[in-house]
């Protein structure tokens, strides 16, 4: 009498876990958004509601608007850095030699270091007094130049960058490997059709492996986006959000107004991120879905 | 012929050296320069340090320095505490993680697939903090190890159940079919042949939730309160933030050192699989 059905494991050995996902990740997420209609801070403990207050509050607050505005300039830097680093580092290192094996370990080394020291790291290195400006000297007392005294963190464009850039150093390693995965999983055969076609080495990443790395570029793209939107630790080492507001992302926003008591604005000033990363998750979780098919 | 041979193979060798000059380059670079730059200046006395040259130390003052740090930071009860966060969280993550991907991975109703696509939302859309820290206040355990725990658990579970799911769809439904035959349990089932078959996932999986666990700031500010429940990261943060005028660039490196080792040696342990894991599961098909 064993119908298929029994051969499986029952839906209740899943319970445990989707508890947990919902009392923990769910339900928090649905409250986030009932708590910003509320009067709910470190004065007012118990939450009241007062309807949309906090969203207009919302709209005329200059400081959410210029850190949203940074956070999407600074997870498009990100994205675009992060992935040209990655995939020339996967191209480079895709054959599992025994060096190629090391140096993917090498560059994997910075994934393992917290985001707060590799903050504190590169402040080392950028600060004015800093091991940057300490190398270059080396190369400007050549020419009988003093050490330069460029202020790398202080400069309200280019710290962004300078912040991406440690941010691509700190998770490149991950992407990396995603992007070698993705070049494994294609079929030698075709390389080797496009090879005897004549192709060139060139020729053959650009018309063969980008496309057939489409989902490998999907995932990590939408990853880098989603992982830049979040970002916290590497301000909070290096610039603390300035020069000026120049580097102050909507987490820094959360944390410093959550900090000062109004905790049902800091979760409006949270639904904005929400709202991003849901409008930059989606199309992924579709593409999950298509891959779903394939699998 | 052997012209030809000369010709072709000598190009192809001189793009291998160049490959490999740029790799290392680049490796020394990026990573070497930086690495130098904490290890050599963790060694060096204040003064000496904060000048942030990448020169050997003129006097050593290393045995000062980290025991300073041991001191300062509160390595020790730190440790402890990321300790007793990081394993019960990696443990039930997954084992309870497993369980679920098992189920998915084996069903093919589309109610089971809406609650597949519900846990792992989570790999995305981070959740929600300052919510979080009032559904730990309801419960009673907002600022403790058990709520931080349960928190990070919900969260990440979705980020285990998204690795391990896929890696299940490829052990033969076969043998857990013959087992059931023999009149196994599902849960005796899981423990004696599922779970074992996962590890190489799971080397890789619980790997990545420590470095979760052990590396994260954020929400272990919103929801650990008090000096005695500080985690290794905080108690960097700390004593840098307590540094109002210059930074003792010695002993923040000494920390980053101290803080970053264990996970390192842990790495070098498990490198192949690791990474292994990863390289299997990430994105190809």
Known sequence: MMGPRRMRPGIWLAVPAITLVVMFYVIPNVLNFVLSFTDWSSRRPNPQFIGTDRFEELLGDEDVWNALWTT?????????????VALSLALGLEKSSRFNTGMRTVFFLPVLISPLAAGYVFLGILQTQGALNGILGGFTALVDLPVPRIEWLADSTWTLVLIACIHGWKYGGIHMLIYIAGLKAIPHEVIEAARIDGAGRWDTIRRVKMPLLAPAFTFNIALTLVG?????????????????RATEVLNMVVFQVF????????????????????????PLIWFLRRREVVL | MS??????????????????????????????????????????????ANQLGLGLPQEWSGLDNYSTVFEDGKVLPGLRNTILIAIPTVSIVLVLGGLAAWVFARSRRRSTSLLYYLCITGVLIPPAIVASVQVLRTLGVQGTHPGIVLFYSGAWMAFCIFLTTGFIKTIPIELEEAARLDGAGSLTIFRRIIFPLMLPINIAAGFILLLFVWNDLLYAFFMLSGKDNRTLILGLYNVVSGYQFQIRWNLVFADVVIVSIPLVICFMLAQRRIVGGLLGSGTDK
């Open chain 1, 72 to 84: 999407l300039r600074f997870a498009i830097i990100v994205m675009v850095i992060e992935n040209i």
């Open chain 1, 259 to 282: 900090g000062s008591g109004r905790f049902s604005y800091a979760t409006a000033v949270s639904l904005v991120l929400f709202v991003v990363i849901l409008l930059v998750a989606f």
């Open chain 1, 228 to 244: 830049a939107l979040s970002i916290f630790d590497i301000i909070i080492a290096t610039t603390r959000g300035g020069p000026g």
């Open chain 2, 3 to 48: 012209l030809v041979v000369g010709r072709s193979r000598k190009p192809i060798d001189r793009a291998e050296l160049a490959r490999k000059a740029t790799l290392i380059v680049f490796a020394l670079m990026a990573v070497g320069i930086p690495v130098w730059l904490v290890l050599v200046n963790s060694v060096k006395p204040l003064g000496e």
